[in-house]
Structures are given as structure tokens and as C-alpha cells.
């Protein structure tokens, strides 16, 4: 099945700073989801973004499907910012249970004050 | 609008047992997926569903099982429960398959304790 991998597992940052976040995926998707889980545990979606770019206040992201990556953007980070972030991708070719949506282990962020 | 209910929030149980979880997604969605996350494994695909019909399903034994009503609310089972099935059970649901349809809304999820 497609492996999709992020980078960095952790990161640490002061409030303020800006942060970019990698999800590289190892087949061709037809969909692709950014999402952040808070401390409490749920999860937000943040992005649908299979192709292209997006942008939702300080948070955009861009997906280059050729290259099979994605990039969250965060600027001016804040202490809310914390937590998992995950992305989640699925292949494009409907190949029996293959086809299902597949989450990255996440980005542990750390925003201190 | 109401977002995805799951309940219960938390559950013990003991090994052996079974136990039914419920997901009533958001008003209009009649995609409902189930996932199970551990700090080993993370998040982990069990099934989809769309129109009553089990659209995939992930690599999990037969013990988990689930189905989905004609209102879209789901359920989901696992029988003989065991020490291994602790974990975050999480729900989401999604207008319909397809593009951005398929934009996900995930539930705040049913902590399942197996001693």
C-alpha cells in the first residue's frame, strides 16, 4: 500500500516563529488531508488539498502531486498551535483494500511562550 | 450544525468481553469511517462506509466488525475483546465519496480500556 511519511517526528518552536511541515507519499493520490489533534485529543481537519495551494489564516499548505509531497506552512505561531499534526493520503488507483486513506505518525509541535 | 457524536467516550472492559461503539455523523453526511489509533501503531484505517455498504475495509481480524444504518449513523463491534484492542476508536464522517466530499470530520472518539 502507499507509505506516506512526515517529517519533522518532533519539532520545537517559541510563539512567533513560522514552521514548515513535510509529508512525502510513495504513489499517486487523489486525495490528500491535513489535520491537527489537539492536546485533548481531537482531531481538526486543517486542509483538503489533493493538488495545489490553499491558505486558511496564519496556516497554508501546498501540495505538489508530481513530486508526491505536501507542505503545511504555520506562521506566527501560537501556544493553540500545539499538538499532532497529521496528513493522510490515498492512492489514486482503486486497487482493492489498497484503497484507503493512510495517516502519516504525525509531527509532535511544541509551541512555547 | 452538530458535529460527528461518538459514544461512549470512555469504556472498560474486561478481556473476553465485546463491545459496541456508536458514531452519529454530521447532519447530511452519509460517508462514516472508523479508525483506531495507539501511540505504537497511530492511526489506523477499519473500515468505510457509504449508503449502508462497507465501501473498504483495513487489515484487522474478523473480531472487528461494523455496519451503518439507513440514517448513516454507524456502529462498530469488536468481539473477544483482547489486551491489544485498548486504544482511541475514532469515527469521522464525510458528505460522499469523491473530490472534496470526501473531506473528513473526525468524532472526539471513544477511549476503550481492555484489562
Known amino acids: 500500500g502507499i507509505q506516506v511519511e512526515q517529517s519533522p517526528p518532533d519539532l520545537i518552536l517559541q510563539e512567533g516563529a513560522n514552521s514548515t511541515l513535510r509529508c512525502n507519499f510513495s504513489?499517486?493520490?487523489?486525495?490528500l488531508q491535513w489535520f491537527h489533534q489537539n492536546p485533548w485529543g481531537q482531531l481538526i481537519n486543517l486542509f483538503y488539498?489533493?493538488?495545489g495551494t490553499k491558505q486558511n489564516g496564519r496556516l497554508s499548505a501546498t501540495t505538489v502531486a508530481t513530486e508526491r509531497y505536501s507542505l503545511l506552512y504555520i506562521s506566527s505561531s501560537q501556544t493553540t498551535d500545539s499538538g499532532v499534526y497529521f496528513c493522510?493520503?490515498?492512492?489514486?488507483?482503486?486497487?482493492?483494500?489498497?484503497?484507503?486513506?493512510?495517516f502519516g505518525k504525525g509531527t509532535l509541535l511544541t509551541v512555547n511562550p | 450544525k452538530a458535529g460527528v457524536t461518538q459514544t461512549p467516550r470512555y469504556l472498560i472492559k474486561t478481556r473476553g468481553q465485546q463491545v459496541t461503539l456508536s458514531c452519529s455523523p454530521i447532519?447530511?453526511?452519509?460517508?462514516v469511517s472508523w479508525y483506531q489509533q495507539t501511540p505504537g501503531q497511530g492511526l489506523q484505517f477499519l473500515f468505510e462506509?457509504?449508503?449502508?455498504?462497507?465501501?473498504n475495509k483495513g487489515n484487522f481480524p474478523g473480531r472487528f466488525s461494523g455496519r451503518q444504518f439507513s440514517n448513516s449513523r454507524s456502529e462498530m463491534n469488536v468481539s473477544t475483546l483482547e489486551l491489544g484492542d485498548s486504544a482511541l476508536y475514532l469515527c469521522?464522517?464525510?458528505?460522499?465519496?469523491?473530490?472534496?466530499?470526501?473531506?473528513?470530520?473526525f468524532g472526539s472518539g471513544t477511549q476503550l480500556s481492555v484489562l
Open positions: 488539498i489533493p493538488s
Open positions: 462506509y457509504f449508503s449502508e455498504t462497507q465501501r
Open positions: 493522510a493520503a490515498r492512492p489514486s488507483n482503486p486497487g482493492g483494500s489498497n484503497y484507503k486513506l493512510t
Open positions: 504513489d499517486s493520490v487523489n486525495n
Open positions: 469521522a464522517s464525510s458528505l460522499a465519496p469523491g473530490g472534496a466530499g470526501e473531506k473528513l470530520f
Open positions: 447532519s447530511g453526511h452519509r460517508s
